[in-house]
């Protein structure tokens, strides 16, 4: 028998604190309330929207569409909780197909900001303007205003400074609000979306006719030229979209777009399936970049799973994750078939001639600084037979110096010694990517890329240390376009850069100019590089320490400087990127944690073939 008591534990909670309560699980940041925007403003059918900001957000967003519009009547209802045009019975939740439908957007901005509303239908001579301040309307007036809506949120979280203390600098928040704005783009092709930043205009992305379309307006012919065409159809799910080149994935994960029923989402289900398309493709500690589409059967898919709706849940994962599956590996395949299976010294930007890895009947050696570092050497010969002719000298505590050819001496392999006593031995490479060498009495499998890019790491880590780190103009500048998101990251920490010797300059409001860089580096693609670099400096902010700020941008430096896997080496830059690694005391590990080699003692040896 239940009896009743007072003075319990458990109280109801008022309707000030529950509202913002539920304001908290919608909205974290300004990007959400311009995500709730926009999606209102697309279900209203808009062909135009407007989005402005000021002060990454937090002071000002506006948005402005061409859409339906609402009745007075209907703009005061729009501002309770649970309100909504798109629900009517439990029955409509099993197939939705609009953005929003929780009746909950417009009420939690308005909880936890200062909102006005101006909207007009087109069959109504003048529309309605309410303001809502801390969930209470305040006024409602009525306003002559073209058909259409416009929201005004003003001094985001003024009444929770406990929420307003974690929003990030204002060109962070500006970033992820653009970044919600492309996203939007990407899944309404047909609609033109414009935005502006303290009166700038930043991004302007009027209708096109495909999706192949506006992801080339976003992300331009470059990167067009890097991606392979998606497509699946089966009955009641259909993907279509793009996906990188095995040859360009990125160490980091960004774009990585989908798109479910034209709704941005996160789904393990399908980004499992693109992974595990690309397989024997992608290299470890790389990631490849797409933009994918689906289409499916609404009642297949709950939406309903997020209180912003970021994530969406299948009926049948299984099948979701084998036609997404397919559809990526095809084209890979293909690729792979019509290519060479390994990038040429010219695909990698390392080199502008190429180099095979063992021997030659004639030589010449040629000084070319940072291909392996201020030391690097590259050896342009013909022929196939195993060892060199060709040899560099070093000597014992001084300076490496390369002896002429005349004076070398006719060993069959090259071998020189270093200031440690350990004596090297090339022995050759294995698929363009293994190195084998004889160490001291140990042999080593090494891998030129981690290898490469450790003793990089070491150098410019010691430099950065130092305050020392020499920088080298490029002839040509070069000139880089980055996304609206990624140019406003870039541009807030160009002096940081600049003090690890890498000087960028703006060039207008999304292009920038690389004028000079670590000279340890050498040649690379700058472009990528830059993009590696944004994806660390993003995280900035939420690092305690500068060294672990700096730490994964020097690695992300020492990546794309490092020889990549798949190109050839001479002997002589074998030698080089051996001596190198030794000199830094052997570290086995890249600065990414991955292995930089296998070795074997003798002892180990003589076991593994019975002569222990």
Not at 87 to 92: L, M
Not at 286 to 302: A, S
Not at 411 to 440: K, M, S, W
Not at 546 to 566: F, N, T
Request: net charge neutral; aromatic share 6%; glycine share 8%.
């Amino acid at each position: 028998m239940v009896t009743e008591q007072t003075g319990g534990k458990i109280q109801v909670l008022p309707e000030s604190v529950s509202s913002r309560i539920a304001a908290g699980e919608v909205i974290e940041r300004p990007a959400s309330v311009v995500k709730e925007l926009i999606d209102n403003s697309l279900d209203a059918g808009s062909t135009v929207i407007t989005i402005e900001a000021r002060d990454g957000g937090k002071r000002l967003i506006r948005v402005t569409d061409d859409g339906e519009g609402m009745a007075r009547a209907d703009a005061q209802l729009a501002c309770q909780r649970f309100a909504t045009s798109k629900v009517r019975t439990e029955q409509d939740l099993l197939g939705i197909t609009t953005y929003g439908f929780r009746g909950e957007a417009l009420p939690s901005i308005a909880s936890v900001s200062k909102l006005g509303l101006l909207t007009t239908r087109r069959e109504d001579q003048v529309g309605a303007y309410l303001v809502v301040s801390g969930g209470e309307v305040s006024s409602v007036e009525s306003r002559a205003t073209a058909p259409g809506t416009q929201v005004e949120v003003n001094d985001l979280f003024f009444n929770t400074p406990g929420r307003q203390k974690f929003l990030k600098s204002a060109t962070t928040e500006f970033s992820h609000i653009c970044h919600v704005v492309q996203q939007a783009a990407l899944a309404r092709h047909g609609t033109h979306f414009r935005l502006t930043h303290n009166d700038h205009p930043v991004l302007d992305y009027p209708a096109v006719m495909t999706k192949t379309d506006r992801i080339l307006q976003l992300y331009g012919a470059r990167f067009m030229d890097r991606v392979l065409q998606v497509l699946g159809d089966q009955p009641g799910l259909r993907v279509e979209g793009v996906t990188v080149n095995p040859y360009h994935t990125r160490t980091s994960r960004t774009p990585q777009e989908i798109f479910v029923n034209n709704r941005p989402v996160k789904n393990s289900t399908i980004s499992h399936a693109v992974y595990e398309a690309y397989t024997s493709f992608l290299p470890k500690g790389r990631h490849p970049v797409f933009t994918l589409f689906l289409e499916v059967d609404p009642v297949q898919v709950d939406v309903n799973v997020h209180p912003a709706k970021r994530e969406v849940k299948f009926s049948t994962p299984e099948r979701i994750h084998g036609v997404v599956k397919e559809a990526i590996r095809r084209p890979l395949q293909k690729k792979v078939v019509e290519s060479h299976p390994w990038p040429t010294s010219a695909d990698e930007s390392l080199s502008s001639k190429g180099s095979v890895s063992h021997g030659g009947l004639e030589a010449t050696v040629q000084p070319r600084e940072g291909l392996l570092g201020p030391r690097g050497w590259q050896e342009k010969r013909s022929g196939a037979s195993f060892g060199s002719p060709v040899q560099s000298q070093f000597y014992p505590g001084k300076p490496n110096k390369v002896v002429a050819p005349s004076e070398m001496s006719r060993e069959t392999t090259p071998l020189y010694c270093i200031e440690d006593g350990h004596a090297i031995t090339v022995l050759g490479q294995v698929n363009r990517t293994f190195l084998i060498a004889q160490i001291g009495a140990e042999l080593h499998v090494v891998d030129q890329h981690t290898v490469h890019e450790r003793v990089l790491f070491e150098r410019l880590w010691r430099g950065w240390l130092e305050k020392s780190i020499p920088a080298q103009a490029l002839l040509i500048p070069e000139p880089i376009e980055l996304q609206p998101h990624a140019a406003v990251v870039l541009q807030e920490q160009l002096s940081e850069l600049g003090k690890l010797g890498l000087e960028i300059e703006p060039f207008g409001s999304r292009s920038f100019v690389v004028r000079s860089i670590p000279s340890i580096l050498g040649q690379m693609d700058y472009g990528v590089l830059v993009q590696d670099l944004i994806d660390d400096l993003s995280e900035w902010k939420s690092l305690d320490s500068i060294e672990k700020r700096i730490h994964p941008v020097l690695a992300s430096m020492a990546c794309r400087g490092a020889v990549q896997a798949g190109r050839a080496m001479s002997d002589l830059e074998i030698k080089q990127i051996l001596d190198d690694w030794v000199q830094e005391g052997f570290p086995m590990t890249c600065p990414h944690g991955r292995r930089v080699a296998m070795r074997f003692s003798a002892d180990e040896l003589n076991r593994i073939f019975g002569r222990a």
